[in-house]
């Protein structure tokens, strides 16, 4: 909203809501799906960003120096540990998500 220089009943109406349904949705009280889509509709932006952002720096599959040292270390014991970040739908914070990936049994 800011970034578009919208206050909150502009935004609503932007978004096709009314103004109480976006207050609920600021106070983290009501969110479906429809929702989601009309405000990523208004932002001019695909859904999914709003979770999971496509900014090759924020999603691309990261491993620390640190961890490319371990892994050449340890290529024969060790397990390919796969880490991106992504955002909690619920409160929007930033997340790490690590990964390994186990051998078929």
């Known amino acids: 909203m800011q970034k578009l220089g919208l206050g ?9 809501m009314s103004s109480q349904s976006m207050a609920q949705f600021l106070r983290n009280k009501s969110l479906t ?3 989601v889509y009309r405000i990523a509709m208004a932002l001019d932006m ?20 640190k961890d490319k040292e371990e892994k050449n270390e ?6 390919p540990t796969i880490s991106t970040t992504a955002f ?3 409160c929007g914070a930033k997340v790490r998500v690590g990964v390994v990936l186990l051998p078929e049994q």
């Not at 909150?8 to 096709?16: D, I, K, R, S, V």
């Not at 340890?74 to 397990?79: F, L």
């Open 74 to 79: 340890n290529k024969e014991d060790a397990q």
């Open 8 to 16: 909150t009943n502009a935004f609503a109406e932007a978004c096709g």
């Open 88 to 90: 909690c739908p619920h």
């Open 33 to 35: 799906t429809a929702s």
């Open 46 to 65: 695909d859904p999914r960003d709003m979770f999971f952002p496509t900014d090759e720096e924020e999603t691309e599959l990261s491993f620390t120096e």
